[in-house]
């Protein structure tokens, strides 16, 4: 058996109202080296997330007394939660019920039954991401658009943005990358994870979004259309 890497371990919070499913979640996130929180409901994990900290979150979708998709909007919606990683499971394949969930703020997803190999997988992956960000400046700058990886508000002209979970991973990715072309498809993998379930028009939808997000502030005119090519974000408007 290989030996544990401990730089990748976390504390992990897994909410699963299925107790054979839980003990497996608990069972296999240790052997990964992970410390795990398992419990039941969005009543206890709430209680767990106010007490401990807690690195990364695993939420049931189908949960009795509130859904994980409640659970993980109240996360988003509160500052000192706002950027915990969130791996929704979900039994359900379909693509709307999956992308409503990434939509209201999880980071990635795993369908049932799952292999606790993929699962650890990602869960490496995501904290690998969320630990760079944390690591990284927290105030990107394009032009005189503004954006803060930790408060996920956006600033332009003096002007507050407010941003949803999705626009804000949309908006920082192309802040990372400014003036660089993305197709529909790079856009999906590198803001979405992967995108098995989830359509290329979904990207437009949140494009447009974005803009009308962006338009009051007018910087919606920077998030540019690049014909037969995809999308960019430029400063030089
Ligand atoms: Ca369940």
């Not at 979150?57 to 950027?83: N, Q």
């Amino acid at each position: 058996m290989p030996a544990l890497d401990m730089s990748e371990s976390a504390q992990i919070l897994a909410i699963e109202d299925e107790e054979s499913i839980r003990d497996m979640l608990t069972y296999s996130l240790e052997r990964d080296g992970h410390q795990v929180i398992a419990v039941p409901n969005v009543t206890s994990a709430k209680k767990v997330l106010a007490s401990s900290p807690i690195d990364l979150a695993i939420v049931d979708w189908m949960l009795p007394g509130g859904s994980g998709l409640e659970f993980v909007r109240a996360v988003r919606g509160k500052e000192t939660t706002r950027a915990l990683p969130v791996i929704m499971l979900t039994a359900r394949t379909d693509e709307d019920d999956i992308a409503a969930g990434l939509d209201a703020g999880a980071d990635d997803y795993v369908t049932k039954p799952f292999s606790p190999k993929e699962l650890n997988s990602r869960i490496k992956a995501l904290l690998r991401r969320s630990r760079d960000h944390l690591d990284s400046n927290s105030t990107l700058q394009v032009g005189p658009l503004q954006l803060n990886t930790q408060t996920h508000r956006a600033q332009c002209e003096s002007l507050d943005i407010e941003l949803g979970h999705t626009e804000f991973k949309l908006l920082r990715f192309f802040m990372e990358n400014p003036e660089r072309v993305f197709s529909r498809d790079q856009l999906l993998d590198h803001v979405w994870g992967h995108g098995t379930f989830i359509e290329e028009r979904t990207v437009d939808v949140h494009i447009l979004r974005l803009r009308k997000i962006l338009k009051p502030a007018k910087a919606d005119k920077m998030l540019q259309t690049v014909r037969g090519a995809g999308y960019r974000l430029s400063g030089k408007t």
